[in-house]
């Protein structure tokens, strides 16, 4: 740990392992550490399906808050990615940015290597990398599912990406992450229909939503739009539902986690296989757990 926090990148890589192997227990700021101002942010979650050009456009935004002065980690969590993904996101860094390499780190994290919590690890992996002075965080993640929205929502801010030609509306409305994000960037608006596209999104947000999250058209390729996201960005407020969003997001994924670490877990299983439900079963659990409280 040591290493990591003096800078050591193979230290960081290690120290990260420990992590992703549930080797790692709680983790201490070093004791020359500054804590951030309470006013800056610190993580952002940039989701969406895959191939709308999250890591195109995570690119764009590295390159912003280098030319600020930060220091941008990246974890990109993908289901299906190979390694070699982040390596190749990493190549192109480096080509586009000669005097930026010692100001970028990247890491990919395969979340199929996971039994445990993805949320859980990632969440302290940002926490080193914060206490190791990497000053921007960004966690990509493929909105697909359940546990990736749960990843998402780690983050401080989140950034939903959609883009347009997909064929079969707003993938993240059936997704459920239109509720997380605080900004939304129609990527590739060089393509016919990203304009329909964001039209659709905003039909979708009129239901119900009380303060609506911002919505841009950019394009990666051309660079039409960067400059404004990046702006945005740096400007994102919490909207109220995102953060409601991701709080509940956090909470149950915790419970779930509690739940699938109980050493209850197979008896609720047995109880269920034999005909009850699994509301009576985890009842019963409840009522159980109770009883060994108050005996203690
Ligand atoms: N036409 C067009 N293609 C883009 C744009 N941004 C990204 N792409 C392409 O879309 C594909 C997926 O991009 P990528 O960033 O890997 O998507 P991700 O899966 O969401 O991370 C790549 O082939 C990119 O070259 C854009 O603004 N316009
Ligand atoms: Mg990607």
Redesign the pocket.
């Known amino acids: 740990m040591k290493a990591a926090f003096d800078g050591s990148r193979r230290g960081l890589a290690r120290a990260l392992s420990h992590i992703e192997n549930n080797q790692m227990g709680s983790i201490e700021p070093p004791s020359n550490y500054i804590p951030p101002d309470k006013n800056e942010w610190q993580v952002l979650g940039v989701t ?11 690119d764009k935004i590295i390159q912003h808050w280098i030319e600020q002065g930060h220091k941008v980690a990246i974890l990109a969590v993908d289901p299906t990615s190979p390694v070699t993904g982040g390596a190749l996101l990493g190549d192109r860094l480096r080509m586009s940015n000669s005097d930026g390499e010692e100001s970028v780190y990247f890491r990919s994290i395969a979340t199929r290597k996971h039994g445990g919590s993805v949320p859980g690890v990632v969440a302290k992996m940002l926490e080193l990398l914060i206490f190791c002075g990497w000053t921007k965080c960004i966690v ?1 993640t ?1 909105g697909a599912g359940q546990g990736e929205i749960r990843v998402a929502a780690i983050a401080d801010r989140i950034l939903l ?1 959609e ?1 347009p030609g997909r064929g079969d509306g707003v993938q993240a409305e059936k997704a459920g992450l239109i509720e997380l994000a605080d900004l939304i960037v129609v ?5 016919d229909g990203a304009q329909r596209t964001a039209d659709e999104i905003r039909q979708a947000l009129q239901v119900g939503a009380t303060s609506p999250p911002q919505i841009l058209l ?5 660079g039409e739009g960067i400059e404004e996201m990046c702006v945005s960005i740096d400007q994102m407020v919490e909207r109220e539902g995102s953060s409601r969003a991701k709080l509940l997001e956090r909470v149950k994924a915790v419970h779930e986690q509690a739940l699938l670490d109980s050493p209850q877990l197979e008896n609720i299983l047995e109880i269920v296989a034999s005909g009850t439900s699994a509301e009576m079963a985890l009842q019963a659990l409840d009522k159980q757990s109770q009883q060994n409280t108050q005996k203690e």
């Open positions: 969406g399906a895959p191939g709308v050009g999250k890591s195109c456009l995570v990509e493929v990406v883009a990527n590739k608006s060089d393509l950019a394009s990666a390729a051309t």
